[in-house]
């Protein structure tokens, strides 16, 4: 533990620190006391949180988030069960396709289901529909954007669950649904409820899509804390919103490791290359058609976005602009393009920071127990529910003397990215880890095996999956970092989030088009190195 403790304690407990306490009033610096003067005011908590305005941003945020973590569930825990159990041509494909939009920035979300709900969008043109301003596009931008994480988290233990033994069951009598809610479900629940907190807190702390799709009429409590502090400049407001944040999200954890824990059995995991297998029956067939369709209506956003992206008498203008730092006006020191092999290189970085960070915590949760572990794992979860501004300003501001002076090294960003990613590592490593039975290890060490040699003979062939699982998440969270990125990314090393960040954000067809083009390179970028990991296999000896 003491590793991730350490990095968690320096690069994030206290740049966020260090920005709400100068916030609140409680240090010296700019923008101490915001607009409000005299220090902290303890008065001030409560006449902010008694606004009209700041209640109704709560009670959205809340609900909005609790309605659009079920209906992921509800239409992604098929696709996990389809990716994970079934064979068929374009599987691996369609599993790197899938992760594809959880990568992509907020504001391409945003600006391709305005293309296709907005005015003159699809469904404007096609039937007369729009669903731009309203909750529905909110809640199916959060589907869109947060479907991978379930398939991926719950299908990462789903396709290592031994399938004989609800084939047991059925023998002894129970039906299809008995065997499952009996045998296979209890199973899935850890994996099932942290992918359902990962999109909570994603959905909770949403920013761009809400800020594009929402309107006036919609605002969640991390647009608030953007308005407050970039538009208003009210850091005393900004800072106690914050502080709410910090509450919800930590009731949250602490509700989750209480009840989950409680619920984790060691299982039998078996390799997943020898349960997929094609599909039997009509209902199977069903099944599997009925995901595809779901699928391709949930890429249909990025479809508009590809073909937005060509233009031109030879549909490549958008590209070869991208070539040339003066093509945009002056938003580049460098060429966009350049962007890729940037953002490329950070997040490998950042990916092995958060590979090594995440996997000892994720080890060293399994063996111990007792309730500073449950805080600790609840810690591990915060960077997911706090601000990304709060955190982008806490590294601009505390991370500027000696011996942390890192605001001018190449290090900052993928430190940053890695907080995001070290999350996804600890979720999807730990169900599976802890479905490790402990007799395994303790045979190996009768046997003679160091610990060492007893993690890497038992435990890694079990959970090299996982933790093939774990990298793509974290390398895909990498490459489509935007919130703290922004605030700490030099002029001349601008990640791809960012870039397409400033191309939309100035006027012109010729921008907007760089966008989208830069957009779709991003898109195939992800989608190639997810299918790169998707070809990795753990053998028995725990080689990769």
């Known amino acids: 533990m003491a590793l991730p403790a350490v990095f968690f304690a320096v690069f994030f407990a206290y740049p966020v620190a260090a920005i709400t306490a100068r916030g609140l009033g409680l240090s010296d610096g700019p923008g101490a006391t915001g607009t ?121 233990l789903w396709s290592q669950l031994d399938p004989r033994q609800e084939e047991a069951a059925r023998v002894l009598g129970a039906s299809r649904l008995g065997a499952f809610r009996r045998v296979t479900l209890p199973a899935l629940t850890p994996a099932v409820a942290a992918a359902a907190l990962m999109v909570f807190l994603f959905t909770y702390t949403s920013f761009g899509i ?95 976005l590809v073909a937005r992206s060509f233009g031109g008498p030879d549909g490549l203008l958008y590209y070869r602009a991208l070539q040339d730092a003066d093509a945009s006006g002056g938003t580049f020191l460098v060429a966009p393009l350049t962007a890729v092999s940037t953002s490329l290189t950070y ?59 890192l605001r001018s090294s190449w290090w900052l960003v993928p430190l940053a990215q890695a907080l995001v990613g070290v999350p996804f590592v600890v979720r999807t490593m730990l169900p599976v880890l802890r479905a490790v039975d402990v007799r395994l290890r303790e045979a190996a060490a009768v046997l003679g095996a160091s610990p060492w040699r007893a993690w890497r003979e038992v435990d890694l062939p079990l959970v090299g999956r996982a933790l093939l699982v774990a990298a793509g998440f974290a390398f895909a969270v990498s490459l489509g970092e935007f919130g703290a990125t922004v605030f700490i990314a030099r002029p001349d090393s601008p990640t791809l989030p960012v870039a397409v960040a400033r191309l939309i954000g100035r006027p012109g067809d010729l921008n907007y088009g760089q966008a989208m083009a830069l957009s779709t390179i991003l898109m195939v970028v992800c989608a190639v190195s997810l299918l790169l990991l998707e070809r990795v296999r753990v053998n028995r000896a725990g080689e990769l």
């Open 210 to 304: 809400v800020q594009i799709l929402g309107g006036p009429a919609y605002t969640t409590l991390e647009a608030e804390v953007y308005r407050q502090t970039a538009q208003l400049l009210d850091l005393p407001t900004a800072a106690v919103l914050t502080l709410v944040q910090f509450a919800a999200v930590g009731a949250v954890l602490a509700v989750h490791a209480r009840t989950v824990r409680r619920r984790e059995t060691a299982l039998k995991l078996v390799d997943p290359a020898t349960i997929a297998r094609r599909p039997r029956g009509a209902a199977q067939w069903t099944l599997l058609a009925a995901v595809l369709a779901s699928i391709t209506l949930l890429l249909l956003p990025l479809g508009v």
């Open 347 to 405: 997040a490998l970085a950042a990916t092995a920071i958060a590979v090594l960070v995440g996997g000892l915590a994720a080890a060293a949760l399994t063996r111990r127990a007792g309730r500073l572990v449950r805080g600790f794992d609840a810690l591990l979860m915060l960077p997911l529910g706090v601000s990304a501004v709060t955190v982008g300003f806490g590294f601009l501001i505390a991370l500027d003397e000696p011996p942390l002076d």
């Open 36 to 156: 409000g003067g005299g220090g902290f005011d303890p008065g001030r908590i409560a006449e902010v949180l008694g606004r009209p305005e700041i209640l109704d941003v709560l009670w959205f945020t809340t609900w909005q988030a609790l309605a659009s973590t079920a209906l992921t569930l509800l239409v992604a825990l098929p696709g996990a069960y389809v990716l994970a159990r079934f064979d068929f041509p374009g599987r691996k494909l369609l599993r790197a396709v899938v992760t594809v939009p959880f990568v992509l920035p907020t504001v391409v979300v945003g600006t391709a289901f305005l293309a296709v709900m907005g005015r003159r969008g699809l469904l404007d043109e096609l039937w007369g529909v729009r669903l731009d301003t309203t909750v529905w596009a909110i809640l199916l931008a959060h589907l869109f954007f947060n479907y991978a994480v379930v398939v991926r988290t719950v299908g990462g």
